[in-house]
């Protein structure tokens, strides 16, 4: 994908920020094994993750937490500060780093945070302060770089919002509880499968642990959805349909201020069809999300296995054998393949995870 002029803008300006730290003559980086400078000595075993820079921006010392955390990432030792982090950090975080080291703005330190990824590891994010190592009556020679792992906590905070939204749309679907959670346990499995197959390169860590929640918000939207025909025995007129399938619309609506547009992408897709014959767009092929494609597999398979006030429960193989036909028209059949390959799995989860 190209970048995006603005992002080229930034892109530029971090290679003038970097370039304009001057490295020194002799890079003589402390090796990880020499001895620990004294002002670190405090932070050796401690949980909190720290690291020493001088002001040539050369990482003197790295304690045990930091490359703990870092792992995956970053290597820290031997590194200078700006060739590890510069990416991370943004073209106004260098130049405000490089103002409080070099001419002490804002007493010598700084505040921010810096966001990273990869594909093994998923995202990492982190509080960063700077501050100065004072000696009396000298500008500092020395920085101290702590970081605050923020990953879990914001995530948290986000899901616990949506799970209340979740909490609220249960309240008027006829869908259990435990359905919601199987379609979050087969998704997930199934994209760990994908994880190593080539061609699903879009599935990294985060893909894994982002749909093993947001697949259980495909029916959010139905919290929109008049309850007579929510709740209506028997089967729906035409207009009722209509109304029906504006619930993937409304779900996509309610999530668009989900950071993740993996959420707004599921409640709108789980619907449509691999051959183009689904709702709300008749999307076809690829065209229809990978995570909507997964969970579609997911939510059919668990649909067939609970009982409805339309159908009866169907056990594992019948439920399996219906699926079948459906390869390649309800079903991405590269997808549905490696369901297949998996299946006896589903029939695990749905054991593990049956309705009271
Ligand atoms: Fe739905
Ligand atoms: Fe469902």
Redesign the pocket.
């Known amino acids: 994908m190209e970048p995006k002029d603005n992002e080229l803008d930034e892109l530029d300006e971090l290679d003038e920020v970097l370039e304009a730290v001057e490295e020194p003559a002799h890079i003589d980086l402390v090796q990880s094994s020499q001895e620990v400078p004294l002002v670190m000595r405090p932070f050796v075993n401690s949980i909190f993750p720290v690291l020493l820079i001088d002001t040539e921006f050369r990482i003197i010392y790295a304690n045990g937490a930091c490359n703990n955390l870092f792992t995956g990432y970053f290597k820290l030792t031997n590194n200078l500060f700006f060739d590890v982090f510069g990416k991370s950090l943004g073209a106004e975080a260098l130049k405000e780093i490089r103002q409080a080291v070099l001419f002490g703005n804002h007493g010598y330190s700084w505040k921010g945070s810096i966001k990273t990824k990869t594909r093994e590891s998923g995202t990492l994010q982190t509080k960063v302060y700077l501050f100065p190592v004072i000696q009396a009556n000298q500008a500092p020679t020395n920085f101290i770089v702590l970081f605050d792992d923020v990953t879990q906590e914001n995530k948290k905070l986000l899901q616990s919002v949506f799970a209340s939204l979740l909490e609220a749309s249960k309240l008027k679907d006829n ?1 259990t509880g435990k ?2 959670i199987r ?1 979050n346990y087969y998704s997930e499995r199934l994209a760990k499968e994908l994880y190593n197959r080539s061609g699903y390169d879009e599935v990294d860590r985060d893909f894994i642990e982002d749909i093993g929640f947001l697949a259980s918000m ?2 959010v939207g139905k919290i929109g959805t008049p309850d007579d025909i929510l709740n209506k025995e028997g089967p729906l007129s035409e207009w009722e349909w209509t109304i029906m399938k504006e619930h993937t619309k409304n779900g996509a609506f309610i999530l668009s201020t989900y950071p993740n547009p993996m959420a707004r992408e599921i409640a709108l897709n789980h619907h449509e069809r691999w051959d183009g014959t689904g709702y709300p767009f008749q999307l076809e092929g690829t065209m229809i999300p990978l995570s909507a494609r997964i969970v579609t597999i997911a ?1 059919v398979y ?2 067939l296995r609970m009982k409805r006030s339309y159908k009866e429960a169907y056990d594992h193989k019948t439920s399996v054998d219906k699926m079948i036909a459906w390869r390649g028209k309800n079903f991405d059949p590269a997808l549905f393949d490696i369901f297949i390959s998996i299946n006896e799995e589903f029939e695990a989860i749905y054991a593990s995870n049956a309705d009271d």
């Open positions: 869908d359905h919601i379609v495909h029916d939510d668990d649909a």
